[in-house]
């Protein structure tokens, strides 16, 4: 049987990643500025240099498929930008807190929603040539390194946020 992608659905598919992306670049720098000064800030420094690769990558796949922005990507991406300007999970930048666990788990989505993608296109690169595989899957195991990063990030500093200890 010879299958054929529907354009319109991939196309739409992968500029919705690519907004998430958008967001998801922004909460890493957000987490990042948050845990400044921190034994984690290099951590999370090094995964927002990597979300913004990722970011990169995948709006080049967009355009090398020949699938440009969607209009409401566009739109969205500007409103964002303007909102964006501040951590929206965690605006005082407290490391004490519930608004930080949030938003380490945030982070931990972020990194689930793009391997998925990731995986996603693995399975479809079996019917589009246009796909690398290999890149696919590669993709995918960094993605699973980076939410491992977060967790363990997270895993590391709970204690002290919903604890008496951490208000030391």
């Known amino acids: ?3 054929q992608l529907d354009h319109t659905k991939y ?3 992968l ?3 690519l907004l998430a992306a958008d967001a998801g670049v922004k909460a890493f720098k957000a987490a990042a500025q948050t845990w400044e000064g921190t034994p984690w800030a290099a951590t999370l420094e090094q995964l927002y240099k990597e979300e913004t690769e ?3 990558k995948t709006r080049a796949l967009i355009q090398r498929l ?4 969607g209009t409401t990507r566009t739109i969205l991406h500007r409103l964002a930008a303007t909102a964006g300007r501040f951590n929206p999970i965690n605006i005082t ?3 004490e807190g519930r608004m930080t666990q949030v938003e380490l788990e945030s982070l931990i989505s972020a990194t689930r929603a793009q391997q998925s993608m990731w995986e996603t296109l693995t399975v479809l690169a079996t019917i589009d040539n246009r796909l690398d595989g290999p890149d696919c899957e590669k993709m995918v195991r960094r993605c699973q390194n980076q939410r491992a990063r977060v967790v363990s990030v997270s895993t590391e500093t ?3 946020r919903f ?3 951490g208000k030391g």
């Open 54 to 56: 990722s970011h990169a």
């Open 163 to 165: 604890t008496e200890h």
């Open 11 to 13: 196309a739409a598919y």
């Open 158 to 160: 709970v204690v002290e």
């Open 66 to 69: 020949g699938y440009g922005p």
């Open 15 to 17: 500029n919705q990643h």
């Open 93 to 95: 930048r407290n490391r």
């Open 1 to 3: 049987m010879d299958l």
